[in-house]
């Protein structure tokens, strides 16, 4: 059974704005806090201690998604998507409220703690991505994760130019750093609207089925405790690894290697979405008709870690720019690969659980190759592309090695 596609555009705004509102503390947080005029510190803080603050600060938002996308997606499964949708939605609003608050009156501590919820209810894509899992069809499954990753990948485009505009007062007057938060906010409301008028509840609830609080608020443990997904949940999660280290590498390398400035690799980013969007909307439709999910996911992590690795054999900037663009097409791929075969291998009843625990591993390992990336690039500038394409290619072992059961549940399903 599957729904028309416009029944699902509310999901794809929902997984857009939440990508919008975490990219955008990229840019706005790291002025605020690094510059020494900062107002959200006291005047005069050292640079270690604002660099620390930076480091803090960016790491709510992925804190918060990494416990809330389990339970949302737990509690989702028992009391159906759009519920959950709708109230992670409303409480989303006014944390985004909070966030902007805490920027108006300049207190660091809201702006941590509202940061922090604000990821917690923005869990609420594996809530989307589980309503998708719920009535597509396997085989469609990719198309519709595809649409789902190009809009994640355009909102890391639209969020730091945004962000960067919306808070410059020198373009308008009354523009400041709260002022693309204040902006986020009806546009959250617009997608609480949508959802409730055009989405339709896609999980119904069996007779048999009982809320567990504690299980939901437990979930994430079961990563390693179910046998039969425990093999996709880390392999997929090692790929994860090497697919945001990726992101990670690029500014440093270009910064480090060639001296790039802030504005190229602005430029940078938005090129690399190119190859995002011509895998997801082009590549992946295509490739699904001719290899399974497993082998897509098995020979794109391969290839995502040597054209990783590849990447530092050149030494010229312009031959940089051309290498960028197979390694960023190939995670495309995998990422997409990843969040189909987990959604395909998991039974009705725990989509929402275990589309819950696969969005906060990928957030785990976001935050952990934040935290790593930097102390690569002490050893040598091309060790954390050399490294996370070593790990690349370790996932795609595991792909090969590990999942021979999932591969026997993914055909006993379809």
């Not at 602005?266 to 190859?275: D, E, G, Q, R």
């Not at 189909?340 to 725990?350: D, N």
């Not at 500038?381 to 792909?399: D, E, H, K, Q, S």
Request: with cysteine.
């Amino acid at each position: 059974m599957s729904q028309k596609a416009p029944t699902f555009m509310p999901l794809y705004l929902i997984i857009f704005l939440a990508e919008v509102g975490y990219s955008m503390s990229y840019v706005l947080f790291t002025v605020l806090l690094l510059g020494g005029d900062s107002t959200l510190l006291p005047h005069g803080t050292s640079l270690e201690v604002r660099t620390l603050a930076l480091s803090v600060t960016l790491f709510m938002y992925p804190a918060g998604q990494f416990l809330g996308a389990p339970i949302l997606g737990a509690l989702s499964d028992y009391f159906g998507r759009k519920k959950l949708l709708l109230s992670s939605l409303t409480l989303a609003v006014l944390t985004y409220t909070a966030v902007a608050t805490s920027l108006t009156l300049h207190s660091f501590y809201l702006l941590l703690g509202s940061l922090f919820l604000a990821g917690f209810f923005e869990g609420n894509i594996a809530v989307a991505q589980s309503a998708i899992g719920d009535v597509v069809a396997h085989e469609a499954r990719s198309k519709h994760f595809g649409a789902i990753s190009t809009a994640a990948s355009l909102a890391w485009v639209v969020g730091p130019v945004a962000g960067g505009v919306l808070s410059n007062n020198t373009l308008v007057s009354w523009f400041s750093p709260s002022t693309p938060f204040w902006m986020l906010i009806p546009l959250l409301g617009l997608a609480l609207v949508w959802t409730a008028w055009r989405f339709h509840e896609t999980r119904q609830r069996g007779p048999d089925a009982k809320l567990e609080p504690l299980k939901a608020l437990t979930n994430l443990k079961t990563v390693v405790t179910n046998k039969r997904l425990r093999p996709l949940y880390w392999s997929n999660f090692i790929a994860f690894l090497a697919a945001y280290g990726y992101f990670r590498a690029f500014p440093i390398y270009a910064i480090e290697a060639f001296d790039i400035d802030a504005t190229t690799i602005s430029m940078m980013v938005a090129y690399i979405t190119v190859p995002l969007v011509i895998a997801n909307s082009w590549a992946i439709p295509h490739l699904a008709k001719h290899f399974s999910m497993l082998q897509l996911c098995t020979y794109s992590s391969v290839l995502m870690g040597l054209f990783t690795i590849a990447i530092v054999i050149p030494t010229s900037p312009h031959a940089f720019w051309i290498t960028l663009f197979p390694a960023a097409f190939c995670l495309a791929v995998a990422m997409t690969s990843l969040t189909t075969l987990i959604s395909q291998s998991a039974l009705p009843h725990e989509q929402g659980q275990v589309m819950g625990n696969n969005q906060g591993l990928r957030v785990g390992a976001e935050a952990l190759t934040s935290i790593s990336a930097g102390p690569l690039a002490l050893v040598t500038v091309a060790t954390p592309f050399i490294a996370y394409g070593a790990i690349g290619l370790l996932a795609g072992a595991l792909f090969y090695l590990l999942c021979a059961p999932a591969r026997k549940a993914a055909k006993a399903l379809a």
